[in-house]
Structure formats: C-alpha cells, structure tokens
C-alpha cells in the first residue's frame, strides 16, 4: 500500500517545485510523521523522480495480474445500479408482504 501526491499534467514547473518543497516539509513534521507512521504507514520523503517510477512499475505489474488472469473489463456502475435496483425490489416486496400479513381491521371500540 502506498500513497503519492500528483498533480494535473501540465502543472507550471515552478508550481510543482513549490508543492514538492512544501509537501516535503509537511512530511518532515513530527505531527505528520507520527500520524502516518500510526496508521500503519512508512514515510518515505524524496525526489518526485521516485514516485513517478513506482507508479510506471506498478502500471506494469498489474497489467500482467490482468492479462495473466485474463480479467477482462466491465461495466461496474450498470452491475452496482442492477445489484441496487434489485435489492431494492427485493426491499418493497418483502416489505409489501410483510404489511399485507400482519395488517388487520381494526376495530375502534
């Protein structure tokens, strides 16, 4: 598990040295430091160079998981808007049936 900061490509250079400098010192903080080292993380401050080769590596390796699994892509927000309309069905039927058997008359004295 990792984490990076990136920014939008085409960023003005200066803009990006005075964000690496100013995340580097955030990072060099003991309250950043011991907050991240608390949650189960490892800080590893350094050139901006570092972060680009870990995700280029990282690209790399998941895509041979895919292809060597032969994982091919899908939809995910048709299947989570099915599995919720679907739920949702289920929801109002069980509910509908659930106010049909224990409703009764009443009856006012």
Do not use: Y
């Given at each position: 598990m990792w984490c990076g900061l990136v920014a939008p490509a085409g960023l003005p250079a200066p803009v990006v040295v005075?964000?690496?400098?100013?995340v580097q010192k955030a990072l060099?903080?003991?309250e950043l430091r011991d907050c991240?080292?608390?949650a189960g993380g490892e800080v590893l401050p350094g050139p901006?160079?570092?972060l680009g080769a870990l995700l280029t590596s990282e690209k790399t390796r998941?895509?041979?998981l895919i292809?060597?699994?032969r994982i091919q892509p899908t939809d995910m927000r048709s299947q989570r808007?099915?599995?919720?309309?679907k739920s949702?069905?289920?929801?109002?039927r069980a509910e509908e049936a659930r106010i049909t058997t224990t409703s009764t008359p009443s009856s006012t004295p």
């Amino acid at each position: 598990m990792w984490c990076g900061l990136v920014a939008p490509a085409g960023l003005p250079a200066p803009v990006v040295v005075r964000l690496h400098a100013e995340v580097q010192k955030a990072l060099a903080t003991p309250e950043l430091r011991d907050c991240l080292t608390g949650a189960g993380g490892e800080v590893l401050p350094g050139p901006k160079e570092r972060l680009g080769a870990l995700l280029t590596s990282e690209k790399t390796r998941c895509e041979k998981l895919i292809r060597d699994a032969r994982i091919q892509p899908t939809d995910m927000r048709s299947q989570r808007s099915n599995s919720r309309a679907k739920s949702m069905r289920s929801f109002f039927r069980a509910e509908e049936a659930r106010i049909t058997t224990t409703s009764t008359p009443s009856s006012t004295p």
